[in-house]
Nanobody, 124 residues
Framework: QVQLAESGGGLVQAGGSLRLSCAAS????????MGWFRQAPGKEREFVAA????????YYADSVKGRFTISRDNAKNMVYLQMNSLKPEDTAVYYC?????????????????WGQGTQVTVSS
C-alpha cells in the first residue's frame, strides 16, 4: 500500500499553466504505475494520464493530449502533472492514484490507492 498526497492546485486563467505534484509514501514506490484522474462537479471521475513504473511509458486522455505531461521521479517518490493551455473545462478535483503493477491502465477501479485530491479551477 502507498499513501498519496496531491498539491499544486489553484485558480488560473484560461491559457495558463499549473503543475500538480503527488507525494507518495510507503514502500517500493518504483513498483507502482501511477495515474491522474479528475472529477468535475456533477460528472463522473475520468482518466487524465498515466505513467509506467519506470516512467518509460505514458498515456493520455484525448482531451488533454498535447497540453498535459505526466512525469515521475522515483528517487523522490513523486509524480507530476504539468498542465499547459488550460481550459475552463479542465476545472475539476484532480486525484493521483497508484497501481502496484507494471502496466498502464485507464480504468480507475484498477488503482488501489488514491490521494485526497486537489482543486483546479480555470476561469474564462
Amino acid at each position: 500500500q502507498v499513501q498519496l498526497a496531491e498539491s499544486g492546485g489553484g485558480l488560473v486563467q484560461a491559457g495558463g499553466s499549473l503543475r500538480l505534484s503527488c507525494a507518495a509514501s510507503g514502500r517500493a514506490f518504483s513498483r507502482y504505475a501511477m495515474g491522474w484522474f479528475r472529477q468535475a462537479p456533477g460528472k463522473e471521475r475520468e482518466f487524465v494520464a498515466a505513467i509506467s513504473w519506470s516512467g518509460g511509458s505514458t498515456y493520455y486522455a484525448d482531451s488533454v493530449k498535447g497540453r498535459f505531461t505526466i512525469s515521475r521521479d522515483n528517487a523522490k517518490n513523486m509524480v507530476y502533472l504539468q498542465m499547459n493551455s488550460l481550459k475552463p473545462e479542465d476545472t475539476a478535483v484532480y486525484y493521483c492514484a497508484a497501481r502496484e503493477k507494471v502496466g498502464i491502465v485507464v480504468a480507475g477501479n484498477e488503482y488501489a490507492d488514491w490521494g485526497q485530491g486537489t482543486q483546479v479551477t480555470v476561469s474564462s
